[in-house]
Nanobody
Framework: QVQLVESGGGLVQAGGALRLSCVAS????????MAWYRQGPGKERELVAT???????GYANPMKGRFTISRDNAKSTVYLQMNSLKPEDTADYYC???????WGRGTQVSVSS
């Protein structure tokens, strides 16, 4: 049974930082491509960042330079370091195993102005 469990969300002021974590179980995590998606209030779900099993990364344009995706295969964990947060980053953030299209339940991030 595959599980993706996110943590690290919360309330932060604009300009602040948060680090999201996602622990995977029930899969050969090290070879899976992982991603973070988000969905803000009244907005469509959008891709935030991706990382392959080999560590190659990709980012949506609004996140470039502010967000960093990384992974620790030994811990079956993918991270999203978010810096210089803006109110428009307020959203539910989801961890996704892209290889198998598995989704976590999400963690909420709120950025106050």
């Amino acid at each position: 049974q595959v599980q993706l469990v996110e943590s690290g969300g919360g309330l932060v002021q604009a300009g602040g930082a948060l680090r999201l974590s996602c622990v995977a179980s029930g899969t050969d995590f090290s070879i899976d491509t992982m991603a973070w998606y988000r969905q803000g209030p009244g907005k469509e779900r959008e891709l935030v960042a991706t990382i392959t099993g080999g560590g190659s990364t990709g980012y949506a344009n609004p996140m470039k330079g502010r967000f960093t995706i990384s992974r620790d295969n030994a811990k079956s964990t993918v991270y999203l370091q978010m810096n210089s947060l803006k109110p428009e980053d307020t959203a539910d953030y989801y961890c996704v195993d892209v290889t198998h299209n598995w989704w976590g339940r999400g963690t909420q991030v709120s950025v106050s102005s």
